[in-house]
C-alpha cells in the first residue's frame, strides 16, 4: 500500500471538514448502529466461514445466481483476491487507484495473458468509461477486471452485475463501503461468471468477514434510503468555483475531482489548509503519472464547499 490514502484526519489536532476522502458528505448511521446494537451475540459466535447468507441476499437483489456472488472483507480484498486468481500481466491506465498495482506486485503477475484494470467510475479522476469502451477492452484483454466501488455516486450508466456474470471475461467488484458510507465495516463484493468465481473462492480465507459486517449488508440491503447518492449539481458548482479561482480542474461525473495547482505544491497546500483552516484534502502527487501539483477533493455541504474555496484562494493569492 502506498503512503498517502485520503481520510488521514489522524495526522492533524482538529480537522472539521474532510474533503480527501470520497465517501458521500455526512451520511448518518444512527438506525445501522441500533440494529445492530440488538444482536449482541455476533460477540461470541463464529461468523459463517463465507458469507452464503449475505451472497445469496445480494444474488437477489441482483437477480442472479448465488454461486456468482462472492463477499469479501472490502473492495480491497476483492481486488487482492483477484490478483491471486488470475496471475496475468496487468495492464493498468494511470492515474487509478494504486492498490491493483500493488496487488499485482504482491502475487507477481506474469503471463503471456492480459488482464486489464479499470476503475469505473475512475479514482482520482471521476471519469466514467462507456460501455462501448468495457466491451472493446474485454475483446482485447483474456479478463477485464472493473471496480465499481463509486457506481452509485454518477448519474453516468454502468454495467450491470446480470450483464457481468453473463460473460467468463470480466469480474465486477462492488464496494459497500462506498454505497453506503461505511469504510470501517470493511465490507465488499465479486460479482462475475460462476466459472470465475469459482477459481476465487479457491483463495478464500475463512471467517475474512466478521459477523457484525454480514448484519450490516444485510439490514443495508433492505435500505435503499441509505445508499450513497452524492450531490452531483453541488459538485460541479464547487468545480466551476475552483476553475474562476484558477485551479485547473479535470471534467468529473461524479462527487469528487482531481485538481491542479498552477504555481506551488498539494502537499504545501494540504498542510496550509489542515493547520490554518482545518479543511483536510487529499495529496494525489503519489498516483502515478501525476506531478506534486495535483490534488484530489470530494465535495462536501454548500457551506464547507465555499469555505474551502476561499481558503484556496487566499492561499493562491498569498503565494503569488
Known amino acids: 500500500m502506498i503512503q498517502g490514502h485520503g481520510d488521514d484526519a489522524y495526522r492533524y489536532p482538529d480537522i472539521r471538514s474532510d474533503f480527501s476522502s470520497n465517501i458521500c458528505a455526512h451520511d448518518s448511521h444512527h438506525a445501522l448502529m441500533a440494529h445492530l446494537a440488538t444482536r449482541p451475540e455476533f460477540l461470541d459466535h463464529y461468523p459463517e466461514p463465507e458469507a452464503w447468507s449475505l451472497e445469496a441476499m445480494i444474488a ?32 493498468i491506465p494511470a492515474p487509478t487507484f494504486s ?28 471519469e466514467v468509461y462507456d460501455q462501448l469502451y468495457i466491451d472493446r477492452m474485454m475483446a482485447e484483454h483474456e479478463l477485464l477486471v472493473l471496480d465499481q466501488s463509486y457506481e452509485t455516486y454518477t448519474d453516468a450508466p454502468v454495467m450491470g452485475a446480470r450483464w457481468g456474470c453473463r460473460t467468463p471475461y470480466s469480474v465486477q467488484i462492488h464496494s459497500f463501503t462506498k454505497m453506503y458510507g461505511v469504510p470501517g465495516l470493511r465490507l465488499g463484493y465479486i460479482t462475475s461468471h460462476q466459472q470465475l468465481t469459482e477459481q476465487i473462492r479457491r483463495h478464500l480465507r475463512p471467517w475474512s468477514v466478521s459477523a457484525w459486517a454480514i448484519e450490516a449488508g444485510k439490514f443495508l440491503l433492505q435500505h435503499d434510503e441509505f445508499l450513497c447518492r452524492p450531490d452531483l449539481a453541488e459538485a460541479q458548482r464547487l468545480r466551476q468555483l475552483l476553475i474562476e479561482s484558477g485551479v485547473e480542474v479535470l471534467p468529473t461525473r461524479t462527487n469528487f475531482m482531481l485538481c491542479r495547482l498552477p504555481h506551488g505544491t498539494a502537499a504545501e497546500l494540504k498542510e496550509y489548509l489542515a493547520l490554518e483552516h482545518h ?42
Open 99 to 126: 492498490e491493483y498495482a500493488d496487488a499485482c506486485r504482491m502475487f507477481k503477475n506474469e503471463s503471456d495473458k492480459k488482464m486489464m484494470w479499470l476503475c469505473n467510475p475512475n479514482n482520482p479522476t471521476g
Open 279 to 320: 479543511i483536510l484534502i487529499r495529496d494525489a502527487s503519489n498516483f502515478q503519472g501525476l506531478t506534486p501539483q495535483y490534488f484530489r477533493i470530494a465535495a462536501q455541504t454548500t457551506a464547507e464547499n465555499d469555505a474551502l474555496v476561499a481558503a484556496i484562494r487566499k492561499k493562491m493569492t498569498n503565494d503569488k
Open 60 to 91: 437477489e437483489r441482483e437477480d442472479i445466481d448465488p454461486a456468482c456472488v462472492i463477499v469479501t472483507s472490502g473492495a480491497t480484498e476483492a481486488i487482492y483476491l483477484v490478483a491471486q486468481s488470475f496471475r496475468f500481466s496487468p495492464m
